[in-house]
Nanobody, 115 residues
Framework: QVQLVESGGGLVQPGGSLRLSCAAS????????LYWYRQAPGKQRELVAT????????NLADSVRGRFTITRDNAKNTVYLQMNKLKPEDTAVYYC????????WGQGTQVTVSS
């Protein structure tokens, strides 16, 4: 059974930091591209970050570039999203996705940026 489990969300003040984790099981983790998406209330789900099989290739949305970093640890079957200098507009449910022979999604973790 494939599972992707996100953690690390919460309430943070503007300018603060959070690190999201997504732990995978049931897949050959290193054979999957990994993604972080987010969905704010009333908005479409948007792609935030992408990372390749080894972690050497990454891509970030313009809205988060310079503030967010995506990394992966294939030994731990985990992908991370380090979020710095958070803004209220970063408030959303954050989802990880593993894309390979099939796509798998996590259940999401809420990030709220508010004073």
């Amino acid at each position: 059974q494939v599972q992707l489990v996100e953690s690390g969300g919460g309430l943070v003040q503007p300018g603060g930091s959070l690190r999201l984790s997504c732990a995978a099981s049931g897949i050959t983790f290193s054979a999957y591209f990994l993604y972080w998406y987010r969905q704010a209330p009333g908005k479409q789900r948007e792609l935030v970050a992408t990372i390749g099989y080894t972690g050497s290739t990454t891509n970030l949305a313009d809205s988060v570039r310079g503030r967010f970093t995506i990394t992966r640890d294939n030994a731990k079957n985990t992908v991370y999203l380090q979020m710095n200098k958070l803004k209220p507009e970063d408030t959303a449910v954050y989802y990880c996705k593993a894309s390979g022979s099939k796509d798998y999604w996590g259940q999401g973790t809420q990030v709220t940026v508010s004073s």
